[in-house]
């Protein structure tokens, strides 16, 4: 009896409990159907079969508990995967120097880990956390771009000196170089550096016409 309450309290393993239950049923068992049970009184034998009935009752109980646990999880699970094939479409094919879809792909990420927090690893739960993972990097990347569009788009607005614009376009240009000379290219799509480039030409060109 100590032995099952000791893997109750200490919550071990479902099969631990299993086994203790089993070796006190047995017992009782055993001792009923013996000569036994005329060397140990009734109430005796009633305290060890309620106490086995009271943690066999128990048993059940987490049972019911962790299939209802397993069925909610499995829920989540299946919603956090639909956001997160949303987020991977977006880490594929959007422009990720916008700041609409940064935020979009963001939330849907976000959403899709907090729902698996907690799971075991699994395939699924693993592709989760990794997809949101890589849109983090792209989004620094995309960040970095998307201040240094800003910064041109601002001295244009604002008609600074033509020293200033060429210095922000050059920045434009050097980080843009930088990305698709290293690894850094293999962290945002081509949908991104597309955009980036394209805003870098239009402004060189106004640059270029003010002269």
Known sequence: MNNIKS?????????????????L??????????????NINKASLNAANSFLHEYANKLTGETVKSEESNKENNEQLAIAIEEI???????DNK????????EYALAFAS?????????ESSENVDFINGTANQLR????????LNVEMNNIK??????????????????LNGSL???????????INKASLNAANNFLHEYANKLASEM
């Not at 893997?7 to 070796?23: I, Q």
């Not at 607005?157 to 060429?166: A, G, M, Y």
């Not at 170089?177 to 962290?187: A, F, G, M, P």
């Open 7 to 23: 893997a109750f309290d200490e919550d071990l393993s479902r099969e631990h409990k299993e086994t203790v239950l089993g070796y």
């Open 25 to 38: 049923n047995e017992s009782l068992s055993e001792i009923v159907h013996s000569s036994l049970k005329n």
């Open 85 to 91: 094939r949303i987020v991977a479409d977006y880490l």
């Open 95 to 102: 422009d990720l120097t916008n700041r609409d879809n940064r």
């Open 111 to 119: 959403a899709a880990v907090e729902r698996v927090r907690g799971m």
């Open 137 to 144: 990097k792209a989004i620094d990347i995309a960040d970095r």
């Open 154 to 171: 601002s001295a244009f607005d604002e008609d600074l000196s033509r020293e200033h614009k060429e210095t922000v376009l050059g920045y």
């Open 177 to 187: 170089s930088e990305i698709v000379h290293s690894s850094l290219k293999n962290d």
